[in-house]
């Protein structure tokens, strides 16, 4: 059930709010994902599936470009067997599309029109795609840096683009204003509803693997990915399908490290910090909405929250191609952060390989 993290309320379908409309709480699952093995469809494709984890409304239809299913590529690095879970080879490049399809639907359901969202580049394609799918007239917010392959893929959508001066919180603010005049926020950031698509990575692992995997590395911005693989690894404990819940490992840019920061402290959730400039955009979140949740996540798990230096991120980028994998610059961080925890994680290893490398520039 989807609800309001502080008072409780039940999410007003009918109003689709970013944030609860009587305190101004965030929304969330609440008590968590359910995952019943029973309940898998196998001849639905991808990630629908799962469908009956995803809490949709039954009369919701599904919007969908085939999205998940993706593969897992072992690679021995180290002297160690690591598998590298290639959400690039999603729909539109990266792992944000298992989540769009989930929202789109239930956007769709709720007779949803028109949207918007904010986007430093993956997500906004993503909305920009599934909008379309849905017949949904879409509006994205971007930082005027944001990456000509990123916005011409926005663009081809269909989606208006509005590109904002000065750093990625700007576009954030300005997006907000247009919430004020009464749009709705499709937000990944805010919104929780695609974090049970996001769920389906975990359960696709268990599946590919037959257990749990010993460590889990990825970026982590905002924490929606994050999030939502520990949410779906969650559901498969309670349901008795794991005995454990992987390592979760967090990787984010030094530039703009605000979970790293907290992590290295006693405290509960980030405090703000400068925001950075890093090739890894996707992660150059100074302020994430979800960081209370993801640091009490990685800190359950056994994890930990790790940052990296920006030659690093281009080193990872060389060392993930020699492998054949060709990732963005944000996806890169992996590298770095299996460099720094693979003699101490138990395997296996996963690597989560976010976005195709076709997306930088």
């Known amino acids: 059930m989807i609800q309001c993290r502080s008072c409780h309320k039940p999410f007003p379908i009918d109003q689709f709010p970013h944030r609860c409309p009587d305190c101004g709480g965030l929304f969330g699952f609440s008590p968590g994902l359910e995952f019943i093995l029973e309940k898998i469809k196998p001849h639905l494709p991808g990630i629908w599936r799962y469908r009956s984890e995803f809490s949709l409304p039954d009369e919701a239809p599904l919007i969908s470009l085939g999205e998940g299913n993706t593969p897992l590529v072992w690679s021995t690095v180290y002297d160690k067997k690591i598998g590298f879970k290639m959400e690039s080879q999603n729909p539109t490049g990266s792992f944000k599309d298992r989540g769009t399809a989930v929202l789109m639907s239930w956007l769709k359901a709720a007779g949803v029109q028109e949207a918007v969202e904010d986007s430093s580049g993956n997500a906004g394609a993503s909305f920009a795609a599934y909008a379309s799918r849905a017949g949904i007239q879409g509006k994205v917010f971007i930082p005027a840096s944001a990456s000509g392959p990123k916005r011409q893929q926005i663009e081809s959508y269909g989606s208006r683009v509005i590109p904002i001066p000065g750093p990625r919180s700007n576009a954030a603010e300005a997006v907000l204003k247009e919430v004020g005049s009464g749009a709705v926020y499709a937000s990944h950031a805010y919104l929780p509803h695609g974090t049970a698509g996001i769920a389906s990575i975990a359960y696709e692992l268990f599946e590919e693997i037959g257990s749990a995997p010993g460590t889990v590395i990825m970026p982590v911005g905002h924490g929606s990915l994050l999030l939502g693989v520990y949410l779906g690894f969650q559901a498969l404990l309670e349901a008795g399908s794991i005995t454990r819940i992987p ?46 949740e993801v640091l009490a996540a990685v800190r359950r798990s056994g994890g930990s929250i790790l940052k990296v230096e920006e030659s690093e991120i281009l080193t990872g980028q060389t060392q993930l191609a020699k492998l054949g994998l060709y990732v963005e610059m944000t996806s890169a961080l992996v590298w770095s952060g299996l460099e720094q925890v693979y003699e101490r994680m138990p395997g296996p290893i996963i690597c989560i390989i976010t976005g195709h490398g076709l997306k930088n520039g």
């Open 247 to 292: 390592h979760l490992i967090g990787v984010q840019a030094a530039a703009c490290a605000p979970l790293y920061e907290v992590f290295q402290t006693d405290n509960l959730e980030p405090n703000p910090v400068p925001e950075g400039k890093t090739l890894a955009a996707g992660v150059g979140i100074s302020d994430p909405y979800h960081g209370k």
